[in-house]
């Protein structure tokens, strides 16, 4: 099976797990700190430039995007956890949805965790690796921004990353650039399995 990443399309915005598309047949999330480069990473893997808006200012993501990429299914932009300008409250609103929302969404078959190469596996990444282990969802971990590293540098980092990771069998890393378009093809393959 393979999917036209091209033909993907903005679908809903959803506040609350309740305002998720009750018709969705498979989705995966894109899961990550604010600022780890989220909406690059979707737009560079569909080829539909500006699909996930992009913004300077961190934590602009305040809701769970839908993007439709075929029928009834779904990549998903999550708001990005940790730094953002707003008030504690909302952030905790947020923090609420998205963990009822990774805990309970059925049609949810794996996640795309995106972390800076600069300053990989923080503790939200190490706690989304140890919710994919507990949850028995597959993990595909982004080391985006690859571009801002020389390419020795940036494969030590993935080594590094890798054997960290080397008792999550659930978990596979890859470096990413969506500046430099490294690594799409095989996110899109990931993303083709996992959806297929």
Same mark, same amino acid.
């Given at each position: 099976?393979?999917?036209?990443?091209?033909?993907?399309?903005?679908?809903?915005?959803?506040?609350?797990?309740?305002?998720?598309?009750?018709?969705?047949?498979?989705?995966?999330?894109?899961?990550?700190?604010?600022?780890?480069?989220?909406?690059?990473?979707?737009?560079?893997?569909?080829?539909?430039?500006?699909?996930?808006?992009?913004?300077?200012?961190?934590?602009?993501?305040?809701?769970?995007?839908?993007?439709?990429?075929?029928?009834?299914?779904?990549?998903?932009?999550?708001?990005?956890?940790g730094y953002a300008k707003v008030p504690l409250e909302t952030? *905790?609103?947020?923090?609420?949805? !998205?963990?009822?929302? $990774? @805990?309970q969404r059925d049609a949810l078959v794996g996640v795309i965790? =995106?972390?800076?190469?600069?300053?990989?596996?923080?503790?939200?990444d190490r706690m989304m690796v140890e919710w994919s282990k507990?949850?028995?969802?597959?993990?595909?971990?982004?080391?985006?921004?690859?571009?801002?590293?020389?390419?020795?540098?940036?494969?030590?980092?993935?080594?590094?990353?890798?054997?960290?990771?080397?008792?999550? *069998?659930?978990?596979?890393?890859? !470096?990413?650039?969506? $500046? @430099?378009?490294?690594?799409?093809?095989?996110?899109?393959?990931? =993303?083709?399995?996992?959806?297929?």
């Amino acid at each position: 099976m393979s999917i036209n990443f091209n033909q993907a399309c903005f679908q809903t915005s959803a506040a609350t797990l309740e305002d998720c598309p009750a018709d969705s047949a498979g989705e995966v999330a894109f899961a990550g700190r604010s600022n780890a480069g989220k909406s690059s990473a979707i737009n560079s893997i569909t080829g539909v430039p500006r699909l996930a808006r992009i913004s300077r200012t961190p934590g602009r993501t305040q809701l769970i995007n839908f993007f439709l990429i075929e029928e009834k299914k779904y990549l998903i932009d999550l708001p990005g956890y940790g730094y953002a300008k707003v008030p504690l409250e909302t952030k *905790d609103k947020w923090q609420f949805e !998205l963990e009822r929302y $990774l @805990r309970q969404r059925d049609a949810l078959v794996g996640v795309i965790l =995106l972390s800076d190469i600069r300053h990989p596996l923080k503790k939200f990444d190490r706690m989304m690796v140890e919710w994919s282990k507990q949850s028995g969802l597959p993990l595909h971990l982004l080391l985006t921004k690859a571009d801002k590293l020389k390419r020795g540098a940036a494969q030590n980092t993935l080594l590094k990353v890798e054997k960290e990771l080397a008792d999550f *069998d659930n978990v596979n890393v890859q !470096l990413f650039s969506a $500046l @430099r378009h490294v690594g799409i093809d095989s996110t899109r393959k990931v =993303l083709t399995d996992w959806l297929g």
